[in-house]
């Protein structure tokens, strides 16, 4: 039996890390949009490198085993060089890579991603033959059997297997964690509605939350606050909605939190979003209330993005308990308030 399988992309990662870039910006009242520019037709010299694994199914499994839960990944990749290196990672890191599907029809996906001198990043991705997931691929018996089960985000082919996959685990009596994709948000609260209502915890940031529930942006808190409630309702038993360097809101249909990002250098802001889903569900499974299951997302997070990689930096369970506690001074608490709408 396993603590948690998780299920979703996985890919190659070529880093590049590149300080001659710039950063051009449009914002209007409501949204600001923002450009990786590079010299057109120029020759860029690069800072650094690095190639590593990815993918949400493998960032989130590398957390799940440095932090001691016995941890399955499940995906499918191509029977070639690149899922060799994908299989090999893993294994090394602690986890059980039975329930991957190699195919010969379609190579392991491959992603190119830009850090550029902010530390955040512009990602190319080819997702591969982990679009092409189908029932067959699928783990079912022991999907049964695990405690957890964490969807990443699912795309193409694949896209239909979310639903599935949610549903059959809520009616084994598997808590289950998601973490959708952009093509997931496209169906709306509608579409979404079955795998909704399996969520024992959904992570999504602030502006999926706003395109998957429709509301309008308003300046202040309220609109947060209403969506977050609004994913609760549609039947999950909680709802985690990151808001980049601002840290985290979360909701568990009593309390509402913010939890403020840890201070840190950023290097590179690649896996920050597996790296605190990932520690927030281990402090879920332990035990943990939700806000205190955040703040070891948030140590986990910040671990990470002062490192270059997505998976550098990944904290054990006992080194992000020790972060958290280092960190609970005034000027980092979280905030907590009560829904006062619940009986209205």
Known sequence: MFDIITAGSATEDVFVN????????????????????LSYGAKISVDSTMLDTGGGSVNTA???????LKTAACSKIGRDLTGNRVIEDLEERG??????????????GISVILTGFTGDRTILVSRGAATHICDEDIPWGQIAEARWLYIGSLHG?????LGKLARFAGEQGVRVAINPGSSQFQQGMEGLGE?????TVMFLNRAEAYQLTGIEPLRGPSDERQMLRMLHQAGCQNVVMTVGAAGSWGYD???????PAYPTEVVSTV?????????????????????EAMRIGAANAASVVSQFGAKEGILSWQEARDFVKTHLDSSHQDQQCQDGSRNN
């Open 18 to 37: 590149i300080d001659e870039t710039q950063l051009i910006s449009f914002e209007d009242a409501d949204n600001r949009t923002d450009y990786l520019a």
């Open 62 to 68: 590398a957390t799940f085993a440095e932090m001691g």
């Open 95 to 108: 986890v059980d890579t039975s329930l991957f599907v190699q195919c010969t029809e379609h190579p392991t």
């Open 157 to 161: 082919e694949s896209g239909a297997m």
């Open 195 to 199: 795998t909704l209502g399996q969520a």
């Open 253 to 259: 249909g009593h309390s509402f939190f913010t939890i």
């Open 271 to 291: 896996g920050a979003g597996d790296a605190f889903a990932a520690a927030c569900v281990v402090g879920l499974h332990k035990g943990l209330q939700l806000n």
